[in-house]
């Protein structure tokens, strides 16, 4: 699959659109950030009075809210659309002052139509879903799991759960410095490393790379077992 890299134009648009469209709506109502991933995209949990809920699906920005008591949608196709058209359309505010975190993509240029690869688009979502499935099967052994979310200043999907040893973070991530592939990883907050060294193969915890996750049969089921078995040697 496409590297996904922090510089790779598709990756750096989808990832602008979910900070500073879907996160700062959302951010501006509730004082929240993180997102959901969805069958066909990213989206908000619902926020605010109407009850609003931003998608980015299948290449368009999609707008549910409330509307003399019904819930009515809209959309707008996001390639050839401005970032300024986006947020006019989602009743965002570009200007509003609002931390996304350091890692997070300044809101840019505003006036230049959007422009991506939709290929690379549904490779940069297939793994999200992909990542999330395999977290929510996981939930089911987990001790006070937090919810499955996509962080936008990281742009990974991921939870935090109760182990012996501490609290650790399961995700799926696009690639960055560490690996130059989208990955899955375990992250212990603590500094223990119990069982298997040869799991263990980064700094902050254990990395599957998604060629690996994608060499066997059944992706989901690799990304499970990869998950529990960090699980099991935490306790």
């Not at 050839?80 to 809101?107: I, M, R, W, Y």
């Not at 690996?212 to 935490?234: I, K, M, S, T, Y």
């Amino acid at each position: 699959m496409s590297s996904l890299s922090e510089t790779d134009p598709t990756r750096r648009a989808i990832q602008r659109i979910a900070t500073h469209i879907l996160a700062r709506a959302r951010k501006a109502a509730d004082g929240e950030i993180s997102l959901r991933v969805g069958l066909t995209g990213l989206a908000t949990p619902a926020f605010g009075p109407d009850r609003e809920v931003l998608r980015f699906a299948g290449g368009h920005l999609v707008r549910e809210r409330r509307v003399d008591g019904e819930l009515r949608s809209r959309s707008l196709r996001v390639v050839g659309s401005t970032l300024a058209e986006l947020a006019e359309f989602a009743g965002v505010d570009l200007d509003a002052n609002l931390d996304f975190g350091h890692d997070a993509p300044e809101v840019g240029d505003r006036t230049t139509p959007i422009r991506f690869d939709e290929s690379a688009a549904d490779a940069l979502l297939g793994w999200y879903q992909l990542g999330a499935t395999a977290l929510d099967r996981v939930l089911i052994d987990a001790r006070d799991p937090s919810v499955v979310q996509l962080w936008p200043e990281h742009f990974d999907v991921a939870i935090d759960l109760a182990t012996v040893g501490g609290r650790c973070n399961l995700g799926a991530a696009p690639a960055d410095a560490t690996c130059d592939q989208p990955y899955l990883y375990v992250g212990p907050h603590g500094e223990e490393r119990p069982g298997e060294g040869s799991f263990w193969n980064v700094p902050f915890g254990a990395q599957l790379s998604a060629e690996r996750v994608h060499r066997g049969g059944d992706p989901v089921e690799a990304a499970v077992n990869f998950f529990r078995h960090g699980l099991q040697l935490l306790g």
